[in-house]
């Protein structure tokens, strides 16, 4: 079975300050697939990356960034100088290979509010 | 169309009534999936269809719940005879098929807005 652990619940911080969501995972697959979606208050799912479990590197994108420690099954995202605009729940999500595997799994989310 | 379409968007009903909430997925994209958000509950997988089939029916949480899919794209969620604790966000989500998908450099699967269920 595929699990995904979402441990903080409600983070808060002023704009500008640097924060960091954790993910931490299970599966028995030995290829799968991790993902972040952000849900604004608007309520849709917003994909934000998807990272494969047999490429480590770990990925950049303007005040986004995600760590990817397969030793510690973990799937970490940091917003660097955070914006009001960051204010959403994020879900981190596992998927498997396979077709019939390729359902996501999600976390419970984490609820980032950010303060001017 | 541009993205994956559901309707209606917000459903009030009578419990014991019946319901069906629809989707409309991207063009082109084989797999959909269903999920249903509640609170307490986070994201809750329902059932996939890969086509017109649905090899993975594991979340339906009971048999009042039923899905179909026709021409390998619109798909209809049924709920009978509704509880109260049917209330939740249902959501859609459609992808290229799982191999196809695995082949794209960060792919994602793309969500629609969600059908807002209230059961009263």
């Known amino acids: 079975a595929q699990k995904v652990t979402q441990a903080q619940t409600e983070i808060s911080v002023v704009e500008k300050e640097d924060v960091t969501l954790d993910c931490v995972y299970e599966?028995?697959?030995?290829?799968?697939?991790l993902f972040w979606y952000k849900q604004p208050p608007s309520g849709e799912l917003v994909f934000l990356i998807r990272?494969?479990?047999?490429?480590?590197q770990n990925e950049i994108s303007g005040r986004y960034s995600w760590n990817f420690q397969k030793s510690t099954s973990s799937f970490n995202f940091t917003i660097t100088a955070s914006q009001v605009v960051d204010s959403a729940v994020y879900f981190c999500?596992?998927?498997?290979?396979?077709?019939?595997?390729?359902?996501?799994?999600f976390g419970k989310g984490i609820t980032l509010s950010v303060r001017p | 169309g541009a993205g994956v379409s559901q309707s209606p968007s917000n459903k009030v009903t009578e419990k014991g009534k019946d319901v069906e909430l629809r989707c409309d997925p991207i063009?082109?994209?084989?797999?959909l999936y269903w999920y249903r958000q509640s609170l307490g509950q986070g994201l809750e997988f329902l059932i996939y269809?890969?086509?017109?089939?649905?090899?993975?029916k594991s979340g339906l949480p009971s048999d009042r719940f039923s899905a179909e899919r026709t021409g390998g794209s619109v798909s209809t969620l049924t709920i009978q005879r509704t509880q109260q604790e049917d209330s939740a966000v249902y959501l859609c989500?459609?992808?290229?098929?799982?191999?196809?998908?695995?082949?794209?450099?960060?792919?994602?699967?793309?969500f629609g807005s969600g059908t807002r269920l209230t059961v009263v």
């Open positions: 063009s082109g994209h084989t797999a």
């Open positions: 599966t028995r697959d030995t290829t799968y697939y």
């Open positions: 990272r494969n479990s047999f490429d480590e």
């Open positions: 269809f890969q086509g017109n089939s649905a090899p993975d």
């Open positions: 989500a459609s992808s290229l098929a799982p191999g196809r998908a695995q082949l794209r450099r960060n792919y994602g699967y793309t």
């Open positions: 999500a596992l998927s498997g290979s396979t077709g019939a595997n390729s359902k996501l799994t």
